[in-house]
C-alpha cells in the first residue's frame, strides 16, 4: 500500500529536529545519519583538502634541494597554491545551489586527487608549481562545508556546527606538519633515499583525499529528507534564480569588506602554513621534524580556537547584539595584528614559539568571529555571500604571499612584521560595516524610518517574487534574527504580524 | 682592578657565545686540491671525489701545533647561492650555511701532512656548482685554519654536481594508475546517481 507524502512527517530521526527537519542540537560524539553524519563527513573531507594543499612546505628543505628551486620558485608555488581557490569558492556556491554539497565536494575532492597524486612525478619549478595550483583548488570544499552545515542544522546551531566544522578542518593545515615529516622519515628508515622518500610520502594525502570523497558519496545526504537530485524531481525545492542571487551578493558591501578582513585572518593562517616550517628550520636552525612539530602546533589550535571565535561571536551577540559581533571581530583581529608584529621581531626561539601560539589562537578566534557576521548579511544570496568571504580569505593569502614572502627582498622576520601592520591596516575597515536596523561599531541602529529587520531582508525580494512566495524563508529569517539586537530595547517599531515580544 | 676583572669576564662571555669563531678570523694555511676540473660535472651517487690537503710551508713553523683533526666539505659557489637564503654565508661559523655536506669529517691530522681522501658523492647532495674546503680543527672541534679549493672570490675551479632525480619508473606508473582510477570512479559515481535519480522518479 502506498504512504502518503504526509509520511514524512512521520519519519524518525535521530536528533530533535524543526519544522524543516533541521537539527536544533549538535551532538559531537553523535554520528547518526543525516545530520552528524554529514558533520563528520564533512569536516574530515575538508581536513583531508588542507592536509594535501599543505603537504609540501614541511618537506620544502628536502624538496627545494631536489627540484633546484630559488626562494622565488618557492614562493609563486605557495601563492599558486592558495590562489586556484579563490574562484573556485564562488563557484562551489554555486555549484552547491545546483547540485547539492554531497556531489559538489565529491566531485571536487576526486578531480583534486590527481594533482595530488602528480606531485611525485613534479621534476622542476615549474611543475611543482603545477601540481600545488591544482591541489589548492580542493580547499573551495570550505564553501560545501558551511552550505552543507547550514543546510542541516538550525539556526540556534548552525553557528557551532559551522565553526566547529571549519575549525577541524583547517586542522588539516597544522597536523600535516607532523604528519608529512613523520611518514617522510618511515620511508626514509625503511631505505629510500632523501629524494625519493619525499615523493612516496605524498602518495598518504592523496588517498585520504580519495577515500574520503568516496565516504561522502556514498554515506552523505543533502538534505535531511534525501538528495538534491531526488528532491528536484519530486518538486520539494525550489530553484532559485541565479542572475537575482548574484546580484544581491554583488551590490551588498557588507560581503566585500568582509571578504578583505577575512582575506586577513584565514589569509593570514594560510600563509602562515605555507611558510612557518622554513622559517623555523632556517632562523633557529632545528630539525626537520622539530620544524614541523612547531608549524603543526600554529594550524592545531585550530581544534579549539576557530570554534571558540564562533561561540564568543553568539555570546557577544546575546549581550550586545550584532555590534557586540562586530566590536569582538575587530578586537580580537586587531590583537592578531599585533602579535604578528611581535613574532617578526623576537629573536629566540623559546619566545618566538610562545608569541606563535597566542597570535594563532588570536586570529583563527577572528576566522570564528567573521562567521558569526556573515549569516547576517544577505538571506537569499547566503551561498555567494559565503563564497566571497571565503574566496576573499585566500585573496588574502596571495596578496600577503606576494607582497611579503616571495623571493628574497625581504626576509621572513621582516615580512612577519609588516604582514602584522598590514592586518591591523585592514581590519579598520570593519568600523564601516552598518546594519540601519542594528548599528555598526560607532553608530546605532537608524532611528529615521525605523528600519526593522523584514525590511533589511525583503529588500532582496521583488514585489513579483513576493507575491509568488519565495521571500517566506527569508521572513522566517528576518524573525529569528531579531536577536541580533542585543538586550537592550530595540529601536525599531513592533513587526508586522504583531506577535508580542519583551520589550515594547 | 674590577673593570680589568669585568672586562675579561665579559671577553669570555663573547667568546663563548662566538663559539666556533668568525671565518674571517681563520688563517688559510691548507693547500687543498680536488680532482673535478673547472666545470666538471659530476653524477650523485656515481661520480668520486679525490681531496689532497697539506700545510702551506711559507707559513712559519708550528702554526699548525693546535690543528688536531681536518674536515672537508663541498660548499655552494655564489651562483648556486642567488636567491636561496638557506645557502647564505655569513661570517660566524655557527650560523653560515655555504658548506652544507660533509666529505670526510674529523680526520686526524698527520704532520708533515700530505693526505689524500677518495669518496663517492652521496645520493642527497643536489645540483649546484660546488668548490671543496677543507678545516683544521682544535682539539674541542672549533674550525682554526682552512683551505680551499677555489680563490677568495670563489670565482675559479668550481665545478657540478648533477643530483638523482628520486624518480623511479614505478612511482611514475603509481600516480598515473591512481589518477586515472580517481577520475574514472568519478564518473561512475555520476552514473550511478542518474540511475538512482531515474529509479526514484519512476517510482
Known amino acids: ?504 | 682592578m674590577a673593570i680589568r676583572a669585568f672586562l675579561f669576564v665579559l671577553s669570555c662571555l663573547a667568546a663563548a657565545t662566538c663559539r666556533g669563531a668568525t671565518f674571517s678570523s681563520l688563517q688559510q694555511t691548507l693547500i687543498v686540491t680536488a680532482s673535478p676540473q673547472p666545470a666538471q660535472v659530476l653524477k650523485a651517487g656515481e661520480d668520486e671525489i679525490t681531496v689532497t690537503w697539506s700545510l702551506n710551508s711559507t707559513f712559519p713553523a708550528g702554526v699548525d701545533s693546535s690543528y688536531k683533526t681536518v674536515t672537508i666539505k663541498l660548499c655552494y659557489a655564489p651562483i648556486s647561492q642567488k636567491d636561496r637564503g638557506w645557502r647564505k654565508t655569513v661570517d660566524n661559523l655557527v650560523k653560515d650555511k655555504t658548506c652544507q655536506h660533509k666529505i670526510v669529517a674529523n680526520k686526524p691530522y698527520i704532520f708533515p701532512s700530505n693526505n689524500t681522501f677518495t669518496s663517492t658523492v652521496l645520493r642527497d647532495v643536489p645540483t649546484a656548482t660546488y668548490f671543496i674546503r677543507a678545516y683544521a680543527q682544535n682539539s674541542e672541534g672549533d674550525e682554526v685554519a682552512y683551505g680551499q679549493t677555489t680563490d677568495s672570490h670563489k670565482a675559479v675551479n668550481l665545478f657540478e654536481i648533477q643530483a638523482i632525480t628520486g624518480r623511479h619508473v614505478s612511482l611514475d606508473i603509481a600516480s598515473i594508475c591512481f589518477s586515472a582510477f580517481s577520475i574514472v570512479s568519478l564518473f561512475g559515481f555520476f552514473f550511478l546517481e542518474k540511475r538512482k535519480s531515474k529509479a526514484s522518479e519512476s517510482k
Open chain 1, 1 to 504: 500500500m502506498e504512504i502518503s507524502h504526509g509520511s514524512y512527517n512521520q519519519k524518525k530521526f535521530a536528533l530533535p529536529v524543526d519544522s524543516e527537519h533541521k537539527a536544533t542540537e549538535f551532538r559531537l560524539f553523535s554520528a547518526a545519519a543525516p545530520h552528524m553524519r554529514a558533520f563528520h563527513l564533512s569536516w574530515i573531507s575538508f581536513f583531508a583538502c588542507f592536509v594535501s594543499t599543505f603537504a609540501a612546505p614541511p618537506l620544502l628543505p628536502i624538496i627545494r634541494d631536489n627540484l633546484d628551486l630559488t626562494a622565488t620558485d618557492i614562493g609563486n608555488a605557495g601563492i599558486a597554491a592558495v590562489s586556484g581557490a579563490v574562484f573556485a569558492r564562488i563557484a562551489m556556491g554555486t555549484a552547491c545551489d545546483l547540485f547539492g554539497p554531497r556531489l559538489a565536494s565529491a566531485t571536487l575532492t576526486l578531480l583534486t586527487a590527481p594533482a595530488v597524486y602528480c606531485t611525485s612525478i613534479a621534476d622542476s619549478p615549474i611543475s611543482f608549481l603545477l601540481v600545488r595550483f591544482f591541489t589548492g583548488f580542493s580547499l573551495a570544499t570550505f564553501v560545501s562545508t558551511q552550505f552543507w552545515m547550514s543546510s542541516l542544522f538550525s539556526g540556534r546551531v548552525v553557528g557551532t556546527a559551522n565553526g566547529v566544522a571549519g575549525g577541524w578542518g583547517n586542522l588539516g593545515g597544522g597536523a600535516t606538519q607532523l604528519i608529512m615529516p613523520l611518514v617522510f622519515d618511515l620511508i626514509q628508515n625503511i631505505g629510500a633515499t632523501k629524494f625519493t622518500a619525499w615523493r612516496i610520502a605524498f602518495f598518504i594525502p592523496a588517498l585520504f583525499q580519495t577515500l574520503s570523497a568516496y565516504g561522502i558519496f556514498f554515506l552523505g545526504q543533502d538534505l535531511p529528507d534525501g538528495n538534491y537530485s531526488e528532491l528536484h524531481k519530486s518538486g520539494e525545492k525550489h530553484k532559485d534564480n541565479f542572475a537575482q542571487v548574484f546580484h544581491h551578493a554583488v551590490t551588498n558591501y557588507r560581503g566585500w569588506i568582509l571578504a578583505l578582513t577575512y582575506g586577513y585572518c584565514f589569509g593570514v593562517e594560510l600563509t602562515i602554513d605555507n611558510i612557518i616550517a622554513q622559517y623555523f628550520y632556517d632562523r633557529f636552525n632545528v630539525n626537520l621534524h622539530t620544524a614541523g612539530i612547531i608549524a603543526a602546533s600554529f594550524g592545531l589550535a585550530n581544534l579549539f580556537s576557530r570554534p571558540g571565535g564562533g561561540m564568543l561571536s553568539d555570546f557577544m551577540a546575546k549581550r550586545f547584539g550584532m555590534r557586540g559581533r562586530l566590536w569582538t571581530l575587530w578586537v580580537v583581529q586587531t590583537l592578531g595584528g599585533v602579535f604578528c608584529i611581535i613574532l617578526g621581531q623576537v629573536g629566540s626561539l623559546g619566545v618566538s614559539v610562545a608569541v606563535m601560539l597566542v597570535f594563532s589562537v588570536f586570529v583563527q578566534a577572528a576566522c570564528g568571529l567573521t562567521f558569526g557576521v556573515v549569516p547576517f548579511v544577505s538571506r537569499r544570496s547566503l551561498g555567494i555571500i559565503s563564497g566571497m568571504t571565503g574566496g576573499g580569505g585566500n585573496v588574502g593569502a596571495v596578496l600577503t604571499q606576494v607582497i611579503f614572502f616571495r623571493g628574497s627582498r625581504y626576509s621572513t622576520e621582516t615580512g612577519l612584521t609588516l604582514m602584522g601592520v598590514m592586518m591591523i591596516c585592514c581590519t579598520l575597515l570593519i568600523t564601516l560595516i552598518y546594519f540601519p536596523q542594528w548599528g555598526g561599531m560607532f553608530c546605532g541602529p537608524s532611528s529615521k524610518g525605523k528600519t526593522t529587520e523584514e525590511d533589511y531582508y525583503m529588500s532582496e525580494w521583488s514585489s513579483s517574487e513576493r507575491e509568488k512566495g519565495f521571500h517566506r524563508a527569508s521572513l522566517k529569517f528576518s524573525e529569528n534574527s531579531r536577536s541580533e539586537r542585543g538586550r537592550k530595547i530595540g529601536s525599531a517599531a513592533t513587526p508586522i504580524d504583531g506577535t508580542p515580544n519583551t520589550y515594547v
